[in-house]
């Protein structure tokens, strides 16, 4: 069965650190993969999203890049963390066509202080 | 671009009551789902609806895919505590979409015991 693996669950990072999130997923190839924002316990802002490897596309401008180096491996990543990059970060999959939703991962954390 | 419409935002109701949520759009879309998250975790999958008129159950949550394809509800009967969270509506156009779900902004549920 797939299985999604996201860490770390938590992380507290000072403002103009770097940032590295990592999202795996089992028991597929070939995962559309899509990271999300949550702020606030609200709404589901994407971020980038990926249909390949080495495939990035971003749907907002921001301090954040994406890359996806193996095919079930997909990275978030800043070079200088801002106090607005706090929030809730989400990585999900699906098989391609979307008729099937979304699996999401349990979730990172990220305080920026 | 497409957009989501939920409604209402947040529901403060009584264990036993019935709740009501819904979504509705401009856009017609192939695909509409229901997802609940739970306090600091991922969104998990409750129901997933492919054909206009669709009416489906899961246990005590039954979800419609309207008959435009422009809207969907949820109907959650004799609510327990445990459904607290934030129930989200999402859809899928297919086409070149590249498998992107549109969300709505969710619906925080509070179920007072």
């Known amino acids: 069965s797939q299985t999604i693996h996201q860490w770390p669950a938590t992380l507290v990072q000072p403002v103009g650190s770097p940032l590295s999130l990592e999202c795996t997923v089992e028991?597929?190839?070939?995962?559309?993969l899509y990271w999300y924002r949550q702020a606030a316990g609200r709404g589901l802002q994407l971020l980038f999203y990926?249909?390949?490897?080495?495939?990035i596309s971003s749907e907002v401008p921001q301090n954040l890049s994406a890359s996806r180096p193996q095919d079930r491996q997909f990275i978030l990543s800043s070079k200088k963390l801002l106090l607005s990059d706090s929030g809730f970060y989400l990585c999900?999959?699906?098989?391609?066509?979307?008729?099937?939703?979304?699996?999401f991962g349990s979730g990172t954390r990220l305080t920026v202080v | 671009g497409q957009q989501l419409n939920q409604s209402p935002q947040s529901m403060f109701i009584q264990e036993g009551e019935d709740v009501s949520m819904n979504c509705t759009s401009s856009?017609?879309?192939?695909?509409w789902l229901w997802y609940k998250q739970d306090p600091g975790e991922g969104p998990v999958l409750l129901i997933a609806l492919y054909k206009a008129g669709e009416l489906t159950s899961n246990g005590r949550l039954t979800a419609q895919f309207g008959i435009t394809r422009k809207d969907s509800f949820l109907n959650i009967s004799a609510s327990i505590p445990s459904d607290v969270g934030i129930y989200f509506c999402?859809?899928?156009?297919?086409?070149?979409?590249?498998?992107?779900?549109?969300f709505g902004q969710g619906t925080i549920l509070t179920v007072h015991p």
């Open positions: 028991g597929t190839s070939n995962p559309n």
């Open positions: 856009s017609i879309f192939n695909t």
């Open positions: 999900a999959w699906n098989a391609g066509t979307g008729g099937y939703g979304y699996t």
């Open positions: 999402a859809a899928y156009a297919g086409g070149t979409s590249y498998g992107k779900l549109t």
């Open positions: 990926s249909v390949g490897i080495g495939q």
